[in-house]
């Protein structure tokens, strides 16, 4: 048999097996995961991406909401600080003051009384100010408040044909034209309606504030039918708004005002197509609740 082995032979023979055995099994395992499963595991990481794109949309959302609350502190940290220096300046004058007295021997009754009055002048002058620094806290607070509700509304926080803003205590609404008329309109398009209702359903459930409704025009010379200039159109659009908040939607007309502003507050450069697009906007301005400030202001 010229050396033949039966043994070794019949060992290579089950190694074959093995090895044909083992690369058999991802072919089988493969053939075990069905489509129907891969389409549930697409479906699943399909919902994933979903609600991680929410989830990142949350965090945008918060972010700008720390922004505007930092643009609020930063501005009534300066008032505050402007207040605490008057309080520190009069504490030092009635320390000089004190100081002073020590040295003198003998002071009338007219002159202490006349001391009296003035350390009573500056606890209340304490105390006014701490007035006006809790009623401004209040103030930017309820503002603050306002602002969200109002972009909560409005739906998209980045379209650019709308924007809501906090300056110097007062809150602006940005519409553009664009959204609310046709071009050299002053009739409201049935698209910019459905803004205007979400807005005017915030400002209602605030029956204390009034606003203004402004008008505002690019630089380009208007003149058509009975409109002489940008100051009619300006004009005639805020009234148009106007018209749409009382009679459509039912906010008090006692708490409106109208206005135009034509070409000559621009927020861009008239030089270009993009800068007078930004100017033609119509503004809605929540006026600031000033009674408290001059209740305040009555006692001292």
Known sequence: MNGFNFK?????????????????????????????????????????NKAYG???????NCNSKVTNCNTLRTADQA???GLNKQIAFLKENNTQALK????????TSSQAQSIKQSLDNIGAKDA???????????????????VQNLKGAVGDLNDKDINIKI?????????????LFNSGSYTVTEKAKTVLGKVALVLKNQPDIEFMVEGH????????????????????????????????YGLPPTHISAAGRSEYIP?????????????RRTRIIILPQLDQFFKLLERK
Not at 100 to 107: A, F, G, N, R, Y
Request: glycine share 2%.
């Open 79 to 81: 008032t505050i600080d």
């Open 217 to 248: 025009t690019d630089n380009v010379p208007y003149h058509r039918g009975v409109l002489l200039d940008n100051w009619d159109l300006s004009v005639k659009r805020a009234t148009a708004v106007v018209r749409i908040l009382q009679y459509q």
């Open 54 to 60: 929410a989830l990142q949309t949350d965090l945008n």
């Open 8 to 48: 070794t032979y019949k060992f290579h023979i089950m190694n074959f097996r093995h090895l044909a055995l083992i690369g058999c099994i991802p072919v089988l395992l493969a053939s075990c995961v069905s489509s129907k499963k891969l389409k549930a595991l697409q479906t699943k990481y399909d919902e994933l």
């Open 128 to 146: 006014y100010i701490q007035s006006l620094q809790s009623a401004l806290a209040h103030k930017d607070s309820l503002n603050l408040a306002l």
């Open 267 to 279: 927020v861009a450069s008239n030089d270009t197509d993009e800068g007078r697009a930004e100017n």
């Open 167 to 179: 300056d110097k205590g007062v809150i602006y609404i940005d519409i553009s034209d664009k959204l």
């Open 100 to 107: 002073q007295l020590e040295d003198l021997s003998v002071i």
